[in-house]
């Protein structure tokens, strides 16, 4: 693979997720020291770009202004013309694209992570579009190695390129960084720490990469999405008729198995789960997905067998770069 020299990290992509927020403060703070150190030294081999990702919801303590931000980055979305009566997620979708894009183009960052919380009991996950994505899974497996006292899991999004809406799409590789429980608008240390300790190792990683290190290929375990499901509504209010079954919540990534419990009525009545197999729910109970219709979503889990990895000679770079260019000509 092509060595990581541009990354970005990026946090208040939804403006009440707070410890990306103030991760990323703490971190350009520290770059400004860093900064005034760097001018007497060497330039760093990588340049790692902080983005706080929607100033405007992070003011008001909102997930967003106008628009989810974190659907704005489908391929129609970026290149759509713009109007004066965009929403304002639209309008700073395509200014994150112009400044770590653009999205699937050799100027795109190499690397984009970006910073989420959760409301559901989902430890740490890496959520990404694409399961044979050797960087992002290798990074996985590192920070599985590095903090075994948190659970890990890498959720895959099986959506087409083009179709990809989340800003991390943008990079050349990108994941979102989700950990949980914490409740929007509102920062755990216990949480913060974790999303810290986590873009360390990240970084870490990268370096190691960049300065040649080998990374022995394995197995990784991966939970891929397979249909999310909505509460039960009033078919005339649309208001939703039930709650998460106490058995369930809190209960992410735990088989759920036809038959077990899956909603409470209002009323005191369980309703069970109608699947055919048993699958894997996360997200479950997240607050910010009422609006979208989402009680839980559901994987199927399997093992994804990922090559050695090492970063390319400046020679296999530049044979790589001509066959780009053919390509490009075709």
């Not at 304002?88 to 979708?93: P, Q």
């Not at 999205?103 to 559901?120: E, I, W």
């Not at 009323?267 to 069970?272: A, M, N, P, Q, W």
């Not at 607050?287 to 839980?296: N, V």
Request: charged fraction near 25%.
């Amino acid at each position: 693979d092509a060595s990581l020299s541009r990354v970005a990290v990026c946090g208040g992509t939804h403006g009440n997720e707070l410890s990306g927020v103030y991760l990323v403060r703490e971190l350009l703070k520290a770059e400004k020291k860093v900064k005034k150190k760097k001018e007497e030294e060497d330039e760093e081999p990588v340049s790692v770009q902080l983005v706080l990702s929607n100033p405007r919801a992070m003011q008001q303590c909102r997930r967003y202004v106008d628009t989810d931000l974190n659907r704005c980055f489908t391929h129609a979305a970026l290149n759509g013309s713009p109007s004066d009566s965009d929403p304002y997620e639209m309008i700073r979708s395509r200014e994150l694209n112009a400044m770590l894009g653009p999205k699937g183009s050799p100027k795109a960052m190499d690397l984009v992570c970006d910073l989420h919380n959760t409301t559901a009991n989902m430890g740490l996950c890496f959520i990404a579009y694409s399961d044979s994505d050797w960087v992002c899974l290798h990074l996985f497996r590192h920070l599985q190695r590095r903090i075994p006292d948190i659970p890990m899991r890498y959720i895959h999004f099986n959506v087409a390129r083009k179709e990809s809406y989340s800003l991390d799409s943008v990079g050349k590789h990108g994941f979102a960084m989700e950990i949980g429980p914490q409740p929007h608008g509102v920062v755990r240390s216990n949480i913060y720490t974790a999303m810290k300790v986590g873009v360390q190792h990240v970084l870490e990683w990268v370096h190691f990469f960049n300065s040649g290190t080998v990374f022995e290929g394995g197995l990784v375990e991966v939970f891929t999405m397979v249909k999310h499901i909505d509460y039960p509504r009033d078919k005339e209010t649309h208001n939703i008729t039930a709650a998460i079954h106490p058995q369930l919540q809190d209960r992410d990534f735990c088989l759920l198995r036809p038959e077990d419990a899956l909603f409470q009525t209002f009323s005191g009545e369980t309703l069970r789960y109608k699947g055919k197999e048993p699958l894997y729910p996360f997200f479950v109970n997240e607050c910010a997905y009422y609006e979208k219709g989402i009680a839980l979503s559901l994987a199927r889990k399997r093992q994804v067998m990922i090559p050695s990895i090492r970063v390319q000679t400046e020679q296999e770079q530049q044979a790589n770069e001509r066959g780009f260019k053919s390509e490009e000509e075709e």
